[in-house]
């Protein structure tokens, strides 16, 4: 019995991995004639057939009504409400106490973990299922087949400027897989900065992350992009730092920052 129990944890803790997309990188991926999708800009989502997990396994404590009509089978994709306005939709997901405010959320579906079939084959899934029981709160993610390279690029750029994340690009002919490949890549723009380095952040005597005064006054906590190595050794105060990110809060701090490299002086 007690073995049952430990292989029961695996599964599930094997089942949270999913899929992960690798960088696009144009030198290395040829993406002709693959499905290219919005990649929208939410907090993840795992349907086992009963409850919403995050991406790291945690549970999603969704209203029974918004759940009330979603299929017995597994999904994999975003909550979301519109572009721009992930501080919204990470407060109303994350709440442990849900609120009416959950009426704003869609779950936009870009996968059908474990099922049959090439990508196509387990979308067609989730579309019979809606197309039987219509759901206001499910949607389908649309697919688009690229063209090439220039098509990609195109997409790419008519989405940021709508305020879009990126773009997720996947190989259609494959059979569903666990954890990271080359056969989904995402495909984003980002800018970088400098900041001056005014403190360190500590958790449990590990460091955790810099914080970071802009030229504008702002401060914020930049905690990407550092190696192991340079975790135990981390920029000291008062250096400038490189970082890169994707747009801005409300509050005008830099979001998904990550760190790039120590400003030499010059």
């Known amino acids: 019995m007690r073995y049952f129990f430990l292989l029961i944890i695996i599964i599930n803790l094997y089942s949270m991995e999913l899929q992960k997309p690798k960088v696009y990188d144009k030198q290395k991926h040829e993406i002709k004639n693959w499905l290219m999708s919005e990649k929208l800009d939410g907090i993840r989502a795992y349907w086992d057939g009963k ?145 001056l380095v005014i403190g360190h952040n500590y958790k449990d005597k590990k460091f955790k992350s810099l914080k970071i005064k802009l030229e504008n006054k702002v401060v914020f906590n930049l905690g990407g992009g550092f190696s192991d190595k340079e975790r135990l050794n981390p920029p000291k105060i008062g250096d400038i730092v490189t970082f890169k990110y994707y747009g801005f809060t409300k509050n005008d701090k830099p979001k998904f920052a990550s760190f790039l490299r120590v400003k030499k002086e010059e």
């Open 51 to 195: 409850d919403l997990y995050t991406k790291n396994g945690n549970k999603i404590y969704a209203p029974i009504w918004f759940l009330k009509d979603f299929p017995k089978f597994g999904l994999d994709g975003e909550l979301w409400t519109k572009r721009d306005d992930f501080e919204n939709i990470q407060n109303i997901v994350l709440d442990k106490t849900p609120s009416l405010k959950w009426k704003e959320i869609t779950y936009n579906i870009f996968e059908v973990p474990n099922a049959k079939g090439n990508f196509e084959e387990r979308l067609l899934i989730i579309k019979n299922y809606l197309d039987k029981n219509p759901n206001n709160y499910i949607k389908i993610i649309p697919q688009i087949i690229c063209k090439n390279q220039e098509h990609l690029e195109r997409y790419l750029e008519e989405l940021i400027n709508k305020k879009a994340e990126g773009i997720i690009i996947k190989n259609p002919n494959i059979n569903y897989f666990y954890g990271r490949s080359d056969e989904i890549l995402k495909v984003k723009k980002f800018q970088d900065d400098e900041g």
